[in-house]
């Protein structure tokens, strides 16, 4: 009904109010939010890293160096406890998980079994469940042999504390550098993710982040010199290791530790008083302070070494006792480099290595252009959609172009409240949302149109033309609601922010066309009591259109046929031009800091690094580059390496704009991860049409959807664009809108075959989709002129994205009509089976009213 009560009017304009109110602060720098009442929302949406620039990093912990320490603990356990029982034992070796042990004596083995016990008692791990774990298990070979091994499950405690232990111990590096807002969580069972926004320096981040920083001090071994020590075999209790400095100096080390940097409470960079070079002070807990002193006590004019990382900072002399418990630590430093030994020991030392598996960096120049690009792309998107939307449908076209500003007001809303995180495939989302919304405008718009030119006067043609239009609004759009949904869950980083903002864009376009349209309709008929359609509705255009669709179907469908099957034999003997999400790698966006990029002499500095195959070709405008680099045998730290090497040839003559780097093991997950996307979304999204339509409905959708992402990847292969994970998020929008249109023409071929039972099935599919041509015409106009503002004006980092998009809404809107439909003449669907279904419907509710 046009009714609406006074409160329900309250309650519709508190929400567009309220919204206006949530998304002001966006507008508002935060200075200026700072000065606002309290009172008053100051909740502003987070700029992903994209825009405003900032380090996303990805850190792996080091299994392999859990159970190395783990291995080494026990030998060494296993050596204490035989002595200290007096057990003789021999060949005490530990390799992989296992531990092995010979005891002399076998008379004793009962003894040495006794002496090893605590080794395999349960270990308490904890947590609000409690439990245990056996981090040893023990058995006994022939010849007295015992073996013990470290257990799967012990291993995976030790790392999952070590990965806790390491996220605070990251935190506090990250916070000593003041940046704002960073982002450190944990990522499964052995990473962990650190989101740096606006950071100016991502390589000192990294560098704060690789280092194990593990901190001690250790008598240097004066028994023999080093040089024989290196030649030959060095005493037992002693190791060379070598120093910072270039050439590296060779240092005899006993290994025992005479303090760790787990007794410092406090480090400070500061300059000598008497060279003024910087240097490193430092300060020792009473523990610490004690040893420290007794050391230096018995080993006056013999040298200490400062060990950080199994590399020896320095070795100074000790000319008198240290007991004070502080000192300080100098080795030719640099201010930042004093700094930061500064950050890493009072952060104190991680318990294993963590290695940057995937880095997407982005500076703050490349940001300012990328919001600025994104603004510029949505103002000409919406302007185009409001011209569109007035020049068709008039009065009809301002109420819609109201019901659409209240819609992106209200996204900006909820995404504020929810703290969300707006990328650029963010902001894509929101122009595509302009495109579709006036979908929801359209479908009420034609229905009225349609039931008034049927007869029914227009304050009737109103209503029933809402009500009309309601299943088919909420039908279409739960389904790219799905699409979303399961990119949200199955995506991460950009696509998972352009899932957010779809899936909510999707939920407030439902909202603003049921109650703030409707409203404005009822107060309109209320007002001015219309007899007739206003004159400024022209898709007229439209009415009587008799086009035999279906007389086509069997020419579409061998041209379909084969362009799919032409698609599928290039992608299996062509293949993509795959990104480095998904076959590892890096890519570098570089701006030269003066005049025109040279790209000959970009390739000839980098092809004497011996870092692969690397491609460099121009990126937007003469001064931008974009590099590509192989994926490195060396794993991760390889990737890290030959970045670094880039750096070194390149930095002083360009800018690093964008860095993402993906290691092998990182892009493995991510091609699993998009194909289990697309398939969760088409399996969701079949049960939901079989659940609300006919079995012959679903599966001529999901054949329909599969031609459309077959043709897309068939594009994809043909001009050689780079598939990547924004790529992924365009083939499941794709998804979306292509079954969104789909189910609009089923709606109506539904409503149809229930009224013209003995009409055949052919001549009732042409007349549904003539009936809904105006409403598949003007969607897919709109939405591609808010993609090709996008496409134009919103930069090169999302260009492939709204191309395959642009590609994939006139695909999807083809394959509606001439595969979808023609679909339900192939598994002949007939009127009878869908006026059993209606028939079974009204025998279920009469049965109930008797109960």
């Known amino acids: 009904m046009l009714y609406f009560s006074r409160w329900k009017t309250i309650l519709i304009w508190l929400t567009v109010l309220g919204s206006i109110l949530v998304a002001a602060p966006n507008l508002f720098s935060n200075e200026e939010l700072d000065r606002f009442p309290s009172f008053l929302p100051t909740g502003k949406i987070t700029l992903g890293l994209d825009l405003q620039g900032g380090s996303h990093i990805m850190l792996k912990i080091e299994r392999s160096d859990i159970v190395k320490e783990r291995l080494e603990a026990t030998v060494g356990d296993v050596r204490n406890n035989l002595r200290e029982a007096g057990i003789r034992y021999r060949g005490l070796s530990g390799t ?32 609000l469940t409690g439990g245990s774990v056996n981090e040893v298990t023990l058995t006994e070979g022939e010849g007295g042999l015992l073996k013990l091994d470290l257990t799967d499950a012990g291993i995976a405690y030790r790392l999952s504390s070590a990965l806790t232990q390491s996220i605070e111990v990251v935190r506090r590096r990250v916070d000593e550098l003041g ?22 320096d991502p390589q000192r981040l990294k560098s704060l982040l690789n280092q194990t920083a593990k901190l001690t001090f250790q008598m240097v071994d004066l028994s023999m010199p080093v040089q024989e020590a290196i030649t030959g075999r060095p005493p037992a209790s002693s190791e060379v290791m070598y120093s910072t400095d270039d050439p590296a100096v060779p240092y005899l080390i006993e290994k025992r530790v005479v303090v760790s940097g787990e007794n410092l409470v406090d480090a400070q960079a500061s300059f000598n008083q008497q060279n003024n070079e910087p240097v490193v002070t430092f300060r020792f807990d009473s523990r610490g302070a004690q040893r420290f002193a007794q050391a230096t006590q018995q080993n006056v004019g013999k040298p200490f070494a400062i060990i950080l990382d199994d590399q020896v900072i320095s070795a100074p002399v000790i000319r008198e006792p240290i007991v004070g418990g502080s000192g300080q630590i100098s080795g030719n430093f640099t201010v930042q480099g004093a700094n930061d030994l500064a950050v890493l020991l009072r952060a104190g030392a991680l318990p294993a290595t963590l290695t940057v598996v995937e880095e997407r960096t982005v500076g703050p120049s ?15 998107g919406a302007a ?31 995404l504020s409240i929810l703290g969300s995180t707006l990328t650029l495939p ?51 759009n739960l389904t790219t609601l799905i699409a979303a949904v399961v990119l949200f869950f199955l995506g991460s980083g950009p696509v998972r922010g352009f899932s957010v903002t779809l899936a909510v864009g999707i939920m407030t376009t439902v909202f603003t066309a049921f109650t ?76 030269s800091k003066q005049g025109n990029a040279n790209l000959a002499d970009i390739r000839n500095s980098l092809s004497d690094l011996n870092l692969g195959e690397i491609q460099a070709q121009g990126f937007g405008d003469p001064q931008s580059v974009l590099v590509r680099i192989q994926s490195q045998d060396g794993g991760a730290n390889a990737e890290q390496s030959a970045i670094a090497k880039v750096r070194g040839a390149l930095e002083s003559q360009y800018e690093f704009r964008r860095v993402e780097v993906v290691g092998p093991v990182v892009s493995g997950e991510l091609t699993q991860s998009a194909t289990w996307g697309v398939l969760a979304s088409l399996a969701a999204i079949l049960i939901y049409i079989w659940f609300r339509f006919e079995w012959q409905f679903a599966l001529g959708a999901i054949i329909a959807t599969l031609h459309d992402v077959i043709l897309t990847i068939g594009l994809f292969v043909l001009t050689g664009v780079e598939f990547n994970l924004t790529s992924i998020a365009a083939v499941l929008t794709i998804v979306g809108y292509s079954l969104n249109d789909t189910v609009v023409v089923y709606d109506r071929m539904r409503e149809n075959l229930r009224r013209y039972k003995k009409m055949p099935l052919d001549v009732v ?13 003007l969607t897919a106009v709109t939405t591609m002129l808010a993609l090709a503002a996008l496409y134009f004006f919103g930069g090169e980092v999302i260009r492939s994205f709204t191309f395959a998009m642009l590609f994939g ?31 079974n419907k009204k025998n279920v509710r009469a049965d109930g009213a008797q109960v």
Do not use: C
């Open 96 to 127: 992989g998980q296992s531990i092995q042990v010979r005891i002399s004596d076998t008379s004793q083995l009962q003894a040495a079994k006794d002496a090893l016990a605590p080794l395999t008692e349960p270990v308490s791990v904890g947590g």
């Open 179 to 200: 940046t704002t807002e960073p982002v450190i969580q944990r990522q499964g069972e052995d990473r962990i993710i650190v989101q740096v926004p606006g950071l100016q």
């Open 366 to 380: 490349l940001g300012a252009d990328s919001i600025r690009a994104g603004i510029i792309a949505g103002i000409i």
């Open 384 to 414: 185009l959609v409001v011209v569109f939307m007035i020049g068709f449908y008039g009065f009809f076209g301002v109420i819609a172009v109201i019901a659409l500003v209240a819609n992106v007001v209200m996204i900006l809303a909820v």
């Open 426 to 476: 963010g902001i894509a989302g929101i122009v595509l949302t302009i495109g579709m919304a006036v979908d929801s405008n359209v479908l009420i718009y034609e229905r009225i149109r349609e039931e008034h030119r049927n007869g029914r006067p227009l304050v009737q043609a109103i209503d029933v033309g809402f009500q009309k239009a309601f299943s088919t609004i909420v039908d279409a």
């Open 516 to 591: 703030l349209t409707r409203w404005m309709f009822a107060e309109w008929v209320r007002r001015t009591r219309p007899k007739t359609m206003p004159k400024g509705v022209r898709t007229g255009i439209f009415d009587g259109t008799q086009i035999a669709f279906m007389g086509f179907r069997r020419y579409t469908f061998i041209i379909s046929a084969a362009l799919s099957i032409a698609s599928v034999i290039a992608f299996t003997t062509v293949g993509m031009n795959l990104g480095i999400d998904f076959k590892g790698g890096s890519m570098i966006e570089l701006k």
């Open 765 to 777: 599919i042409d007349s549904s989709i003539n009936q809904t041509l105006s409403r598949t015409v």
């Open 809 to 839: 809404v006139a695909v999807g809107t083809f394959s509606s009509i001439y595969i979808a439909a023609p679909v339900l003449i192939a598994f002949k669907l007939r009127p009878e089976s869908m006026q059993e279904a209606e028939e």
